[in-house]
């Protein structure tokens, strides 16, 4: 199993989610609200290395700056699938 990070959390502009020990070279990365919605994706590729790090602004697909409060990470590698909560506080 991989292992997710988020940090800093609670975030207030910016935030960097690592993940390491990845068997699989491609991930998705979904960011959803409290409501469910996704407010941004990203498509990643390790590139023949285990790990992946992208630096998110804490803007939504629009540009806009989301709102404060929690929001969980949902990354796939494969058939694995992991979540994690965070919080931003603007």
Do not use: C
């Amino acid at each position: 199993m991989f292992e997710l990070q988020v940090y800093p959390n609670p975030i207030r502009n910016r935030t960097t989610i690592s993940l390491q020990n990845l068997h699989k070279p491609e991930v998705e990365i979904q960011i959803f609200d409290i409501l469910g919605r996704v407010v941004r994706e990203f498509k990643a590729n390790s590139n023949n290395t285990n790990s992946i790090q992208i630096n998110w602004d804490g803007m939504d697909y629009n540009g806009s700056p989301t709102s404060n409060g929690t929001y969980f990470v949902r990354v796939r590698a494969g058939k694995e699938i992991q979540v994690i909560k965070f919080t931003i506080l603007r």
